[in-house]
């Protein structure tokens, strides 16, 4: 299946290749972990994460066409 | 005298026009150390308890650090403070761009302004020749038109002019003080000291690098941040600041509606992405800076933003925007300009504007009262309206440049309630219910509630590598408000301070170890994280004692009601710190810091470690009187 991923946050450079955003293809069981793990994210630059404006955790089991948003730690502004 | 300083301080008296040069020791540069340590220093030996923060016998004082004006990222600061006339407690604030360096390099670490001139005036540092010029042909003028004058009068465009605006001379107690027209000494009303000395600008041009001990090093961390920022600080580049409003959006803690909600509908519409899709035009920089994480913004009718006075950063997107649940980006833009242009806090300004609005819904505040606005939330052209009214104090704008605590007085009626200060400085767009050490951060400000001289709880739940050398090895939650939370406080809060000593920016991501080899290369001084750790200590211990001298409290250290009640939607819907258990952590902290557990006074044992048994006698002496 096809999943697309969106990353927010001033770590920029989250998806490897220094994406911000990007589509990527995943076997039909996969979950947020596997979908970050494929795009080169490194989990201990990720905070949260929501698909479908829910917030979800990294177990969550993704389907078809889903967009996942990935926002990291942030500091202070 | 350890390389990096010039070893001298100017004085300026503008009551009877003396200017004087002064050369502390090199003991004393290594103990206090420059900025915050030698406010804190000249405030707590010089200003008598009690005085008015409005008045001449308050003290202004810019000063640099012993990095400013090295040509490595980050340098380009320094700091001002005085007396705040918005809280009445210590005040100090601190920004980038090129005044600092260029003070160095005329000859001086630090500008001590006393008295108050007799009609308007501006200060003219060139080099040796410092004079006391006329500014009446200045006052009552926006910051550009004066930045511009300034230059064409001394002929020199090399000129770099730091100045309070229109808004420091009507003595609105957030006025604030900007340098270069972009960059803003943001915090606790010294635009305001400033206006209440007659004083509109100093200009300084300088001709003398900045001397260090150990050029070869020092060019090497240089080229070490010119060459690895795309990687480690490319966020920064992108977005600047304004990256973190959608984060703090999904995490349910971007202030929104004066602090009542955590999740604002118009999020991404006043985001950093969509920013940098429509009316991003250029980024900016500081002295020696690659990274450029200022934004310049522009924009056609209705609000013909102005690019000269720069763009937005997050605090001002949120302060402005979803404060005042404003999602119109150009409106929030233009508001920017004006607190630019007037010379406001950013910050101050949009809480206090946010807090006027939900008196205004909650039936506290009249239309009559607005003169005809109807000052709801939501309303942008209303807030950019605002901004003027209360940098000329017309109207509504009169209270509310008082500040919101003042105002909240004023209006009564519960109204204290929905005011968003601690010690009477509006809270910057962070919130405790999110980050919960941070809200403990703002109880025990000495300047009152600030983000920059505090610590992020959320940055330490993935990541600690920053704390390593203080021996913080794991990952903390945000909500976690335990005694190791509190050490982890108080060494980050004494690092940002010592930050602010050195003069080094928090956005450019230097590790601790990298600060000390700076530090080590730019002085000559054989130092280490330890001592430099010690440095900020003291600043802060100074700040705390000139506040017990003032007369406050511990009860002073205390965080707003809103804070203690949960959001309703969002990602920490129903999460909420209680009092009782802030007030724990905060007696935790005092002795953790070497203050007695229940009044919060440093001990004398703490004062004698930081070398500054001299303060211990001074607030004896105030304090004890008597008794």
Known sequence: ?77 | MGKGYTGRILRVNLSNGNISVETPSDTWYRTYFGGTGTIAYYLMKELEPGIDPLGPENKLIFATGPVTGVPIAGSGRNSVGGKSPLTGAIGFTEAGGFWGPELKRAGYDALIIEGKASKPSYISIIDDKVEIRDASQYWGKLAGDVEDGIKAELGDKGTRVTQCGIAGENLVRFACITNDLTHFYGRTGMGAVMGSKNLRAVAVRGHTPVEVADKAKVSEIAKFMVEKWPEIAGGMHEYGTTGTIVNLNAAGGLPTRNFTQGVFEGAEDISGQTMNKTILIDRDSCFACPIQCKRVVKTGAPYNVDPKYGGPEYETLGSLGSTCGVKDLEAVCKGNELVAAYVLDSISTGVTIGFAMECYEKGLLTKEQTGGVDLKFGNGPAMVDLITKIAKREGLGALLAEGSARAAAKIGNGAEKLNVTVKGQEAPMHDPRLKMGLGVGYMLSPTGADHCHNIHDTGYEKRVDGLGPWGFVETIKATDLSTKKMAILKVGTEWKIFDNCAQLCQFVPWSPDQVVDIVKAVTGWNTSVYELTKVGERAYNLARLFNLREGFTERDDALTKKFFTPFKEGAIAGVAPTPQEVDRAKRDFYELAGWDRWTGVPKRWKLEELNIGWAGDEYDRVNCAGG
Do not use: C, N
């Not at chain 1, 990720?46 to 889903?66: N, P, R």
């Open chain 1, 1 to 77: 299946m096809r999943i697309k991923i969106k990353a927010f946050g001033t770590t920029y450079h989250l998806m490897r290749g220094g994406r911000e955003s990007g589509e990527f293809e995943l076997p039909p069981d996969a979950t947020v972990e596997d979908a970050l793990q494929v795009a080169g994210i490194d989990l201990q630059d990720v905070w949260i994460t929501s698909v479908g404006g829910q917030q979800v955790k990294l177990d969550h089991l993704l389907k078809e066409g889903d967009e996942i948003l990935v926002f990291s730690p942030v500091g202070g502004g």
